[in-house]
């Protein structure tokens, strides 16, 4: 698992061995992988001897890092330059610079134009205007030069610990953000660079480990994100007793005359997934669509006997349907089973939902539920909010509704009740089309069918995460969040990287659940 901090809790983490004076030491550290990413990145493209950089650096110890390493890679043979965004740099950071031949240029009022279409055709910027040390974004002639840059779109842009104007913690960014190519974040990983929209300007990340992380091992992350290596130990397979019964049986209501393709996708995905069994219900014109495309499916017009776990909501439309997501949640809440909450069923809520429903909303439904519940008071929250704060929102949706909520995005996170949060982010752009939710929402009821005993199991793989059963929900749901994005990002690969449709995401499920078992081993069933 990759966990990610907040700026104060990697200073936190500094402060002992800044305290033993150990701070010029970590300074050398940053600067020396900050100056190798450079080096690996500019030698992709040309012979490093005589290749161009700038360093952006301001008043603070980001712009200490920068210099130190813009002045090894002088010794190295680049020519360096070195913006100086306020009037007071780091002074030893600066006297290696110069003593390493740089050449150094004042950022003034009138000059940020002039400088950024200097910098811009160079071989490599390196942005180490603002670190953790930030309040709020650039300002005066540094905003300026920044904006004039990121329209002139340099060939590689390499940021210091983080993109300058982006919160560490929270991912917030305050606009003009140069982004990067690259972002080399010392220590630990800042969550600010694994949440949009900051993890949108951040490119590539690369940790650089400075002597810090062991003072970061007792520290509960701001976020968390599962790797391959989890979810192959985490993802539910059946054993050698398995009957279809014991592998997770799915209710799904979902669909309408309508929408009949929402519970054609979402009933799909969840057989492909790996439940043992799906039941459906919903009108006949949509029963008829969905067993044509999946004949596994059983089309429940009564009572539907037992499941282990619910869909609830995918193209739901008119009251019939609304009754139907009505009971099945009512019988959920009563016997205590997981549910999966999604587009229509989102605005038919209980008043507080227990930890193992999980609500799947996009940023417009995240705001629409939030203006919906009392708690929230007056304050009106609307999409632009979300996508603007979504660490802060997911989180307060959360804690607010009791329930486990899926914010779904470019990277997607989810909030446990009491605050664990997730984020994931292997799905690409060419995701974002009709029916991809609907694909998520069978694979993750799926998920939550199969693993629902896994959960509970304070031995078992969800336990071994260090996690408290009612947050364990949380990682349910990155599991299929994982799943469902790499789903998409390989069936686009398989088009050499162009466009999807949910079909084409469904159809990837089983072979990346496969190869995520092989990644950990596991015997195949
Ligand atoms: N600690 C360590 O040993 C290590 C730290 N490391 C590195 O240090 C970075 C953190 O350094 P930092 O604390 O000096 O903060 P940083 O972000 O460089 O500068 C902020 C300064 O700028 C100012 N300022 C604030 N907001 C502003 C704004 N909007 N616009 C303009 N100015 C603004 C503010 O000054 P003030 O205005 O308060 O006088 C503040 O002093 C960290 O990201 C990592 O790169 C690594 O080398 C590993 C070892
Ligand atoms: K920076």
Same mark, same amino acid.
Request: no cysteine.
């Given at each position: 698992m990759i966990s990610a901090f907040t700026g104060q809790q990697i200073r936190d983490a500094e402060?002992? %061995?800044l305290d033993s004076g150990e701070g010029a030491v970590l300074m050398q550290r940053a600067a020396y992988g900050l100056a190798q990413e450079v080096v690996r990145q500019v030698k992709r493209k040309r012979k490093l001897t005589g290749a161009s950089v700038t360093v952006l650096a301001g008043k603070?110890?980001?712009?200490?890092?920068?210099?130190?390493a813009a002045a090894f890679l002088a010794r190295r043979g680049m020519r360096t330059t070195a913006v100086l965004a306020a009037p007071e740099v780091h002074p030893e950071a600066l006297a290696a610079f110069?003593?390493?031949g740089g050449r150094t240029l004042r950022l003034e009022p009138g000059n940020a134009e002039e400088l950024a279409v200097m910098c811009a055709g160079d071989d490599a910027i390196i942005d180490a205007l603002l670190g953790t040390g930030a309040r709020g974004g650039l300002r005066g002639a540094a905003a300026e030069m920044i904006a004039s840059l990121q329209e002139l779109r340099?060939?590689?842009?390499?940021?210091c610990d983080l993109p300058s104007g982006?919160?560490?913690?929270? $991912?917030e960014v305050h606009w003009p953000v140069l982004d990067a190519?690259?972002?080399?974040?010392? $220590? $630990?990983i800042k969550a600010g660079l694994m949440t949009d929209p900051g993890e949108g300007c951040a490119g590539r990340v690369e940790l650089v480990s400075i002597g810090i992380e062991p003072g970061l091992r007792s520290v509960s992350p701001e976020l968390r994100r599962l790797t391959a290596r989890d979810l192959g130990r985490l993802l539910p397979a059946p054993d050698r007793r398995a009957h279809k019964y014991s592998r997770g049986v799915l209710g799904v209501v979902a669909g309408s005359a309508r929408f009949a393709g929402a519970a054609v996708l979402s009933v799909h995905s969840a057989a492909l997934a790996g439940a043992g069994m799906v039941r459906y219900l919903g009108p006949e014109s949509a029963a008829r669509a969905v067993l044509s495309r999946t004949p596994e499916a059983l089309w429940e017009t009564g009572d539907p006997g037992r499941v282990q776990a619910w869909v609830l909501g995918p193209g739901v439309d008119g009251a019939e349907q609304l009754r139907r997501v009505g009971d099945a949640a009512k019988t959920a809440m009563d016997t205590g089973l997981p549910v999966v909450v999604d587009a229509g069923a989102l605005g038919a809520l209980p008043d507080r939902c227990p930890p193992h429903w999980i609500l799947t909303p996009h940023a417009g439904e995240l705001a629409t539920l939030l203006d919906s519940l009392p708690s929230l008071g007056e304050i009106a929250v609307t999409r632009d909010d979300v996508e603007a704060r979504p660490l802060h929102f997911v989180r307060l949706a959360a804690e607010l509704t009791g329930a486990t909520v899926l914010l779904k995005g470019a990277t997607t996170l989810v909030a446990s009740p009491s605050g664990v949060v997730f984020s994931q982010s292997e799905g690409i752009a060419w995701m974002a089309t009709a029916g991809s939710g609907d694909v %998520?929402?069978?694979v993750l009821g799926a998920v939550v069918a199969q693993s629902a005993e896994e959960v509970r199991d304070d031995d078992g793989a969800y336990a071994a995460l260090g996690l408290e059963q009612a947050d364990r929900w949380a990682a349910v749901a990155a599991v299929a969040a994982s799943v469902h994005g790499r789903a998409g990002a390989e069936a686009s690969a398989n088009f050499e990287g162009g466009p999807l449709t949910a079909s084409a995401i469904m159809a990837g499920v089983p072979r990346v659940i496969g190869s995520l078992a092989a990644e950990y081993d596991r015997p195949r069933p």
């Open positions: 402060k002992p %061995l603070g110890n980001n712009g200490g890092d920068g210099l130190f110069t003593a390493a340099p060939s590689l842009v390499v940021a982006l919160d560490a913690g929270t $991912g190519d690259v972002t080399v974040t010392f $220590g $630990g %998520l929402s069978g």
